[in-house]
């Protein structure tokens, strides 16, 4: 593998599945360098990244780039679960400013190195729990990153606090079948909501995406 690509610097073994708050996995190095930290590049933006630190998936980047290209020039975004800032730094292309949220101390900092990377100045990191986030975050949010898919739902009165009226939260969330949390979901203020599958994640589990427009009388 080492030999297949000039770039490749080390081979790893997952030796655990995602796992604990900080949706980690632990890593052996099978060959090359003694090291889990590298360095990535998604549709021109640079990224460190420390797998044993902080969770990271390049199998989100289409996502990724769906939700910018909904976006108006401006909005003002929260990312709830923003990891190393693939999401914040990402949407901040378009946003007049992105809060990016995560608990992990690990993810943050590397977040805040990736926006220096990338010399951007609309990112705020924050190092918190997501349920203080609409005690920390001034404005109301014209959209909202849920990308926690075990337990998003739980955070979702964290949410709909941050949302503006006719405001858009994407919902990210580990399902059997793509209708599962709607009836919770229609408990909400909402207006509507679109669902699409995101990607598998075992033979009878897969992630999908809650697109909810948020209620104008919210
Ligand atoms: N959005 C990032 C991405 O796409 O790479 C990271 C997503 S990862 C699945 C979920 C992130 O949520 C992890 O970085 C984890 O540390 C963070 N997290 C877990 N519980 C949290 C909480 N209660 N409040 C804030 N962040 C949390």
């Not at 460190?48 to 975004?77: C, K």
């Not at 292309?93 to 100045?121: E, F, H, W």
């Not at 190092?127 to 975050?137: F, G, K, M, R, T």
Request: aromatic share 10%.
């Amino acid at each position: 593998i080492l030999s297949s690509k000039k770039t490749y610097h080390t081979v790893l073994y997952a030796e655990s599945a995602v796992h604990g708050p900080f949706r980690t996995k632990k890593f052996k190095v099978l060959a090359g360098k003694q090291t889990t930290a590298t360095e990535y590049v998604e549709y021109g933006l640079h990224f460190s990244l420390d797998l044993s630190l902080a969770y990271f998936s390049a199998r989100l980047s289409g996502e990724r780039q769906r939700i910018l290209s909904l976006m108006d020039d401006g909005e003002r975004v929260v990312d709830m679960f923003a990891g190393v800032g693939p999401f914040a730094l990402t949407l901040a292309q378009k946003a007049s400013i992105v809060y990016a949220g995560d608990i992990n101390p690990d993810a943050c900092i590397l977040m805040v190195k990736n926006i220096a990377k990338n010399r951007l100045t609309n990112v705020v990191p924050i190092l918190s729990d997501a349920l203080h986030l609409p005690h920390i975050c001034p404005y109301p949010a014209d959209r909202i990153i849920m990308n926690l898919p075990l337990q998003s739902v739980a955070f979702l009165d964290a949410a709909f606090r941050m949302a503006r009226p006719g405001g858009m939260i994407h919902l990210y969330a580990l399902v059997h079948r793509e209708d599962e949390y709607l009836d919770i979901l229609h408990k909400c203020p909402v207006e509507k909501i679109e669902h699409r599958y995101v990607r598998s994640y075992s033979p009878d589990q897969f992630h999908v995406v809650y697109d909810i427009f948020v209620g104008q009388n919210h």
